[in-house]
């Protein structure tokens, strides 16, 4: 026995979350110096605090390709603009100053 449809099937209104964009530029590292000297001279401990504050283990930066994904997590949390080949472009050509804008990022976010 089929029963007769008294009402249409009405589609679904999506969810797109707005965008926004980076607080800093990859070059604004002058904007905090103590992240912009820890960036330059110990990137590996900058790296680990990144990790740490974006709520992973400290040691996860020493794994292949996890800045990079740390990176593309925060556009993602923080949904901002980006692609992950434009990731991977600035890690690879501007990796101090990526990290350093990185860190800056999560740290206007976190307040």
């Known amino acids: 026995m089929s029963y007769p449809m ?15 964009q980076w607080n800093s530029e990859v070059m604004d590292c002058c904007e905090d110096m103590g992240v912009c000297l820890c960036g330059t001279f110990v990137p590996c401990i900058l790296a680990c605090k990144v990790a740490s504050e974006y709520g992973e283990c400290c040691c996860l930066p020493f794994v292949g390709g996890a800045i990079l994904a740390m990176r593309t997590g925060i556009r993602e949390r923080y949904h901002i603009e980006g692609s992950i080949c434009n990731d991977c472009v600035c890690l690879t050509f501007c990796g101090p100053c990526t990290l350093c804008q990185m860190a800056r990022e999560l740290k206007a976010r976190k307040c």
Do not use: I, K, R
């Open 6 to 20: 008294t009402t249409q099937p009405q589609a679904m209104q999506g969810y797109a979350p707005s965008t926004s």
